[in-house]
């Protein structure tokens, strides 16, 4: 086993390392647990649990939307979104490399026999309007019937402006398509763009919301949309198996993070800009930041290298081919930020 793999199979001794392979990594804080140990709760099922009713309210309010659904994962969210709007038969215009279509095992397909047809995004992860219209298939019986549009935003961090994203909707519903937004970082995007949630999830018929990313919750994501969506919503969820019981000790987390951690996602963007402009010192380097991620490229030397180096000195990375990501999230203070510095450093000069 090498280095990399041992302190992986001790990762029982996680908070002894720090962290940086995703935002969804981190740990739930103290009055977090405290929120989710005295949570009322009833069987959510039934639909009479108060603090998950609590959060779709108030997350579904904080967009503009008429009602939200709690649910255990963005994958669930943004499977059960494409199951209500599409059809089997029914097409997906998509990112090629946006999360639907690429990291979500194809379970739109699996399960709901929708086909997808994926753009490639402009630079700043945008669908380009006139690339959306030329995607839409005619009324023609040899092709598949385009129902959906999806966009993402944060889209690998990157915030794409409202301007962008609201005229690839504006193409989506020129053609008709119905138009769901994949916000796994959406209030990243929102802190970014110095917008109104409400400005973002406006683009959108549905929009899917994860706790559990910058936000810190340990699990869970609310899909919004309006009233007869998430009705619907609820029997996929049901079918999906992803209906749960007394599930308001997970919506409480989620609460709390609404509360006490969208305020501090700006930090998390101060501290990827802050160590991006250190690592650029480094020659060995090219660095870029957005939001809470850094992407480095490697002049000289192999990722799996620097992660093994970084690992030895109580860091751990995901290396990556061409761009090796770090991810800021609320475990990532200013303390662990030298130590990611001085590791850094030292890796260089050795
Ligand atoms: C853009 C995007 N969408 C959806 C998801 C899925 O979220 P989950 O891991 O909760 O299923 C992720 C996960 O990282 C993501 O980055």
Known sequence: MNNYANARSSLDNQSAFIDLRSDTVSKPVAGMRQAMAEAKVGDD??????TVNLLQHRVAHMLGKEAGLFVSSGTMSNLIAMLVHCQRGDEIITGRDYHVYC??????????GIFFDPLDPAADGALNPEDILAAVKPDDIHCPISRLLCLENTWHGEAISLA???ASA?????????IHLDGARF???????????SDLAGVADTVSVCLSKGLGAPA???????????????????????????VGVLAAAGLYAL???????????AHAHDLAQFLSTIPRLSVRSATNMIFLTLADGSPAELANSLLEQGIIITPGTPETRLVMHLNIDDTALDAIKLAFKNWHMS
């Open 103 to 112: 990291d979500e095992a194809g379970g739109a397909s699996i399960v709901g």
């Open 187 to 197: 209030f990243n995007a929102v802190t970014a763009l110095n917008i109104k949630p």
């Open 259 to 269: 509360d006490h951690h969208i305020g501090r996602l700006s930090d998390d963007h």
């Open 45 to 50: 099922v039934y639909q009479d649990d108060p």
């Open 170 to 178: 504006a193409a989506g519903r020129q053609a008709g398509l119905n």
């Open 220 to 246: 869970g994501s609310v899909l919004c949309g309006p009233s007869d969506f998430i009705h619907k919503a609820l029997r996929v969820r049901k079918y999906l198996g992803g209906a749960m019981r007394q």
């Open 164 to 166: 962008r994203i609201k």
